[in-house]
Each structure stands twice: as C-alpha cells, then as structure tokens.
C-alpha cells in the first residue's frame, strides 16, 4: 500500500473511532474477490451486449421476456447460476459483518444478488435488486429456496403444481421491491455517520443518491474501488483498491487503535 493511502485508510479509521452509524453501498466490485465477475446485468449478471440468440441482454433478462418466454430467460439465467455455484462470501462481507456487530447501527445496501452479505453474517441487509437464491412459483407463488448441493434443472419448476419458477431479482423493465425501498427511505432520514461506496460503479440515481445525501450534509463519504466511478470526485476520501483487501485493512487498523 503507497503511502497516500495508508494516510487516507488512517484518516478513514480516526472517522470510524467516532462512528455510531455508517451506511454501506455495493457493488459487484466486493463479490470480485470471491471469483465472480462484475456482470452487467441484474444488479451485475451478464457481460455481452448481445446474446448468441441475437437479442440485446436486457430484453433476455426482462421481466416481460420472463413472462413470455422463461425458457429462453432460464437460458442465460442458468449459466449465471453455474457461474456462482460453489463460490462464497469473502473478506470484504465478513468484515462488514463484524461491523454490524461492533458499532450500534450499521446498514448495507446492497445491488447483488448472490447473497453473501447475509450468509457472511449481515443481518441489517436492503437488497434492492433481490436474490438469486430464492424461487417463486409464477402461477402459484410458492416460494423455495436454490439447493446449492445439487444442479438446477433449467428451467426449474414447482414441486407444488409444476410452473416455472422464477429467481425473486429485479429484472430489466422491473420495479425495485416496495418494502426494500421503504426500508432505505426510513434509514436515509434517520442519517448516518458514514456512508461508504464500495466495488459499485454508482450508475443508479438509488445508489447514488446515500452518497450524495451525505456529501451535502457534511457527513463522511468513502468511495472503494479500483476504477474511478461517477461519485469518485464527490466521495470525501477514495482507496482505489480491490474491497478485500481495504476492509481488512481498515478493520484492522480500528481494531489496533482501541
């Protein structure tokens, strides 16, 4: 680590010294580590522009494709799924994790769908574009979860009256869930004492929006991420490293300090 950012994760742990709420914003950036590649697609699933089947992604990954045609939808949806299977939280999830459990209130939105933040331990979780490891019946609405020991027949269907299921994600032409953008609302007026950006390239005004919320409130800002992004000239502070290796770093400097 050069020395500019070893002064700039300091300067970031001072700040956490006096913290009793800090908001964290991610991305695909933060699953980089855990072997899964920062897709585009569903909150980051799919890196092409267009698919073998001569349609552009967003139209394959629609909800309208969805309803018309799950069969193509399950096409890619499947590959996705081959893609995440057996792969797992990593350094950066736990850390936030044991965040949670350390200062008061700590949030995580979160733009994945893989679930790790929960598995790693996170239980104060918004997950705006939903999860991939969980199914709901489009005819019945009979909810199970992914068996991740076992393939998953594509496309998968009900044990309860044999209709195709669905992965409980936001699909391309979509709403975001109601209650997960209660839940934000409701935590963005209570304010936080640091919001973090990390392993997201902030393309949405929703996850733009905590970042800019709180640069205009004078409240701490810090952006993690390799690749400069859209809030990279607005964040107060900036480690341009990969989202493991910061938040071990950090997490552990805070830990030596008290």
């Given at each position: 680590?050069?020395?500019?950012?070893?002064?700039?994760?300091?300067?970031?742990?001072?700040?956490?010294?006096?913290?009793?709420?800090?908001?964290?914003?991610?991305?695909?950036?933060?699953?980089?580590?855990?072997?899964?590649?920062?897709?585009?697609?569903?909150?980051?699933?799919?890196d092409v522009e267009e698919t073998e089947d001569g349609l552009p992604?967003?139209?394959?990954?629609?909800?309208?494709?969805?309803?018309?045609?799950?069969?193509?939808?399950?096409?890619?949806?499947?590959?996705?799924?081959?893609?995440?299977?057996?792969?797992?939280?990593?350094?950066?999830?736990?850390?936030?994790?044991?965040?949670?459990?350390?200062?008061?209130?700590?949030?995580?939105?979160?733009?994945?769908?893989d679930g790790f933040h929960r598995l790693a331990g996170s239980h104060?979780?918004?997950?705006?574009?939903?999860?991939?490891?969980?199914?709901?019946?489009?005819?019945?609405?009979?909810?199970?979860?992914?068996?991740?020991?076992?393939?998953?027949?594509?496309?998968?269907?009900?044990?309860?009256?044999?209709?195709?299921?669905?992965?409980?994600?936001?699909?391309?032409?979509?709403?975001?869930?109601?209650?997960?953008?209660?839940?934000?609302?409701?935590?963005?007026?209570?304010?936080?004492?640091?919001?973090?950006?990390?392993?997201?390239?902030?393309?949405?005004?929703?996850?733009?929006?905590?970042?800019?919320?709180?640069?205009?409130?004078?409240?701490?800002?810090?952006?993690?991420?390799?690749?400069?992004?859209?809030?990279?000239?607005?964040?107060?502070?900036?480690?341009?490293?990969?989202?493991?290796?910061?938040?071990?770093?950090?997490?552990?400097?805070?830990?030596?300090?008290?």
């Amino acid at each position: 680590m050069d020395p500019h950012q070893q002064q700039t994760v300091e300067t970031i742990v001072r700040i956490l010294r006096k913290c009793c709420s800090i908001l964290f914003v991610t991305g695909a950036g933060i699953s980089a580590d855990s072997g899964l590649p920062t897709y585009r697609g569903i909150g980051g699933l799919y890196d092409v522009e267009e698919t073998e089947d001569g349609l552009p992604i967003e139209e394959v990954l629609s909800g309208w494709m969805m309803r018309k045609k799950p069969e193509l939808t399950w096409k890619y949806l499947g590959r996705i799924a081959e893609a995440t299977r057996g792969a797992t939280y990593n350094r950066a999830h736990q850390v936030i994790a044991e965040m949670e459990q350390h200062f008061p209130r700590v949030w995580t939105l979160t733009q994945n769908v893989d679930g790790f933040h929960r598995l790693a331990g996170s239980h104060n979780v918004i997950e705006i574009h939903g999860n991939v490891r969980s199914l709901s019946c489009m005819r019945c609405n009979a909810r199970q979860m992914v068996d991740e020991t076992a393939p998953l027949d594509i496309p998968p269907r009900c044990s309860r009256c044999n209709a195709i299921l669905r992965p409980d994600v936001v699909l391309f032409g979509e709403q975001l869930p109601e209650e997960a953008v209660r839940c934000l609302r409701r935590e963005l007026e209570t304010g936080f004492g640091a919001v973090f950006s990390i392993g997201t390239s902030s393309v949405f005004p929703y996850i733009q929006e905590p970042v800019i919320m709180a640069q205009r409130r004078g409240v701490p800002t810090i952006e993690i991420n390799p690749s400069e992004t859209v809030l990279s000239a607005v964040a107060d502070y900036r480690l341009s490293m990969g989202a493991a290796d910061a938040m071990d770093e950090i997490w552990r400097r805070l830990s030596e300090t008290e």
